[in-house]
């Protein structure tokens, strides 16, 4: 289901020290709420079936646990406004998520 590439990207996020990163267009995974990143993922249109697109959502979530663990990632993001600004998943899921955002609830709770 998932691409090598991907794999090795979440296998370097499991020993990293820290991650920063700049995200112009979408929220970063390690910051997507559950409906944000199901959305995001059923617009990429590789995943077909919505069990296809749950799996794949549920990956991206379960990389936040790395922010509460013991010993937490630390991460550092910057964002442009672009990415606030777009409503992926419709004006609900858009709102939750900034909801999530000025109530400081992350990683997203699920």
Not at 40 to 65: C, D, H, M, N, S
């Amino acid at each position: 289901m998932l691409a090598d590439t991907y794999r090795d990207f979440i296998a370097l996020e499991e020993v990293a020290s820290s991650v920063r990163t700049f995200q112009s267009q979408i929220i970063p995974a390690l910051l997507q709420t559950p409906d944000y990143a199901r959305a995001l993922t059923a617009a990429g249109r590789r995943w077909k079936r919505p069990e296809e697109i749950e799996q794949f959502a549920a990956v991206r979530l379960k990389r936040q646990q790395r922010l509460t663990a013991e010993s937490p990632l630390p991460l550092s993001v910057v964002l442009a406004e672009g990415a606030l600004r777009q409503q992926v998943g419709g004006p609900e899921a858009w709102t939750a998520f900034i909801a999530a955002v000025r109530a400081g609830e992350f990683p997203a709770r699920h």
